[in-house]
């Protein structure tokens, strides 16, 4: 089971993540012999509060995310109450060790647009992938783990 332990920052716990097109969008592209956008490396935000992993606006036009839809969301941090529009992504929390077995790959998942650069970061990652993994955030040390 792989592990990522690290100290918590002043915007909390982050990790490094790769983020790109859905294994069905990339496909599609392939198949209709067009570039696949390469996968971007950013430092994301562990948010047990969003519901769902955010991304944002300039990070999803360069990747070419396909659109999926518009939603209602409740963002404290931003505004309250907003629409937001959806897209479909894969997120890879990218383990220290570099080794793609100790990589968290989560594919064709949908992913809200946030303009999140005005809070200092490019991604949020929701529940929507913590849910495979086990989260200890121990604020006494200001340590946390992230096993999955």
């Known amino acids: ?85 959806q897209y479909d992504a894969s997120v890879k929390i990218l383990h220290p060790s570099g080794l793609d077995a100790n990589h968290l790959i989560v594919t064709d998942m949908p992913v809200m647009e946030l303009p999140l650069n005005v809070l200092g970061y490019q991604v949020l990652i929701g529940r929507d992938v913590l849910k495979h993994c086990m989260l200890l955030y121990n604020g006494l040390r200001e340590r946390f783990t992230l096993k999955y």
Request: hydrophobic letters at 45%.
């Open 1 to 85: 089971m792989p592990i990522i332990r690290d100290a918590i920052t002043e915007e909390g716990g982050v990790v490094k993540v790769s983020i790109g097109r859905s294994f069905g969008a990339a496909r599609d592209l392939r198949l209709a012999q067009r570039a696949v956008p390469v996968r971007q490396e950013v430092t994301a935000l562990i948010d047990t509060g969003a519901e769902i992993t955010c991304v944002d606006p300039r990070l999803i036009e360069e990747l070419g995310l396909p659109f999926e839809g518009a939603v209602v969301a409740n963002v404290p941090a931003l505004e309250d109450t907003t629409f937001a529009f």
